[in-house]
């Protein structure tokens, strides 16, 4: 059974394709801010240093 979609039509008929442009822009910088959030998370817990305890006596 094929699924009716609804369509964004510009005042011609036609596919609002400067809709759809716009919204896979926003969609790809929603996308990529998370991405660029979860490297960032990665990389401090890769690179995290532990502290090490200092000997007061040689």
Known sequence: MAQQHDL?????????VDYYVQQAK?????????????????FKTL????HRKVATSH
């Open 8 to 16: 964004k039509l510009d005042p011609y008929g036609n596919i609002d």
């Open 26 to 42: 926003a969609q790809r910088r929603v996308y990529m801010a998370e991405l660029n959030a979860a490297v960032k998370a990665k």
């Open 47 to 50: 690179f995290r240093a532990k």
